[in-house]
């Protein structure tokens, strides 16, 4: 049977079937705000935080899902009148079940074992929980974030004088399906795996200002940018986002120079200074870039169902990125931090399927008319910036030289 098509008119009595009669009337008590002197209990969010932190087993980063994140968000859609206490599950359980999922790769099987509860209500509380995340996106993803000038560019002179209107950096992510072979052949992309192309924008505090999801592996990095205009992603006005070269180079979304080394690795490893306006330009363009890359493997660590192929229905696979953005901006716009996630750790996970992830295009196919057209404009404007910046380069070199 689809686990997916499990009644969703089940009783919940087998819940209370499940907890003591102490811990029957410690629920209740909590639920109209009294405070209990007991043993922590599975509703309880320090329990919860602590199954999903001893869980991730050996080779996994710490979640480090704080017990007070769980209780504003649990207050928080509780309020919104998207998720509510039952008679046996509170709203922090069902929140942690929905996280362990996402975190695990957990089929209803091993949620239901892990939490003791019956296959049916672990499939209706995971429903519930995707609907309601679903829902609050538009709350915890927000774009753009802020069209100030981030402290990270005004206070470093590499930055500041060049990228103060750049507001985020986008790249694209691979997430792969379990789909029909009848409806395959869109889905399959460069490396002839089956994934969905999702595309990702970020601010320089790592949170993530929005997620294009559902689209066909076999689609282009700018194809889904356009697609996400077309569906309402609007730079503001003097603006623009850092992308790779598998994008346009246009006013809104700065490319690099391609036929230049780009990646800091490449420079690092010539041990040389810049050459040219090209060279510097793309050298700090990679670094700054470089937050989206980190933002996202920090998602990934986070969330390691983003590299495999699950066990739900498509509709419901085609939702998982959108509401692991969620949870990630939610934990790390609270905890202001992301220690412990390492960018060079892998991660390991108990799956059905692993597939070959490809990474982001290198290269712009020049495949979406509606941009080509902006490219003049682009190349114009990232020339201003390079060639400033090459100037003050020259300079500041030519003046530590002649003081030494």
Not at 102 to 118: C, T, V
Not at 155 to 172: K, M, R
Not at 323 to 351: E, M
Request: proline content about 5%.
């Amino acid at each position: 049977m689809d686990p997916e098509e499990l009644s969703e008119s089940e009783e919940e009595d087998d819940e209370m079937m499940l907890l003591p009669p102490s811990h029957e009337t410690s629920l209740y008590l909590a639920s109209i705000g009294h405070e209990t002197e007991s043993t922590p209990r599975r509703s309880d969010a320090e329990w919860i935080c602590q199954v999903l932190e001893d869980d991730r087993g050996q080779g996994y980063e710490k979640l480090r899902i704080e017990p007070h994140i769980l209780r504003d968000f649990s207050r928080y859609v509780r309020s919104k009148h998207l998720l509510r206490n039952t008679r046996g599950v509170s709203v922090e359980e069902q929140i942690g079940m929905f996280i362990y999922m996402l975190s695990r790769n957990a089929n209803f099987e091993k949620l239901s074992a892990r939490f003791e509860r019956s296959r049916e209500t672990i499939h209706r509380h995971i429903k519930a929980c995707f609907d309601a995340i679903i829902s609050v996106k538009g709350d915890f993803v927000k774009h753009p974030p802020s069209t100030e000038t981030h402290w990270k560019i005004s206070s470093d002179p590499h930055y500041g004088p060049y990228f103060e209107n750049c507001i985020g950096a986008i790249d694209g992510i691979h997430v792969p399906p379990t789909i029909s072979d009848r409806e395959a052949a869109p889905y399959r992309n460069r490396e002839g795996s089956l994934t969905q192309n999702v595309m990702l924008a970020c601010d320089f505090d790592l949170n993530f200002g929005h997620v294009s999801r559902g689209h066909e592996g076999s689609v282009s990095d700018a194809t889904v940018l356009y697609s996400a205009i077309e569906s309402g992603f609007q730079v503001p006005g003097g603006k623009y986002y850092l992308v790779d070269g598998g994008y346009p180079n246009t006013p809104c979304f700065l490319a690099p120079y391609s036929g230049v080394p780009y990646h800091t690795e490449e420079q690092e490893q010539r041990n040389c200074q810049p050459g040219d306006y090209k060279e510097l330009f793309n050298l700090r363009h990679a670094h700054l870039r470089n937050h989206i890359r980190h933002a996202i493997r920090i998602l990934k660590m986070k969330f390691p169902i983003l590299n495999v192929a699950t066990f739900y229905r498509f509709e419901t696979q085609l939702k998982i990125p959108a509401a692991a953005v969620v949870l990630h901006n939610i934990i790390q716009r609270q905890r202001g931090d992301h220690g412990g996630f390492s960018s060079n750790r892998t991660i390991p996970v108990s799956t059905r399927k692993i597939v070959a992830l490809p990474s982001g295009d290198d290269v712009y196919g020049n495949d979406v008319a509606a941009l080509n057209s902006q490219c003049d404009a682009g190349n114009a404007f990232r020339d201003g910036i390079a060639e400033k910046m090459w100037a003050d380069y020259g300079r500041n070199r030519w003046t530590i030289e002649e003081e030494t």
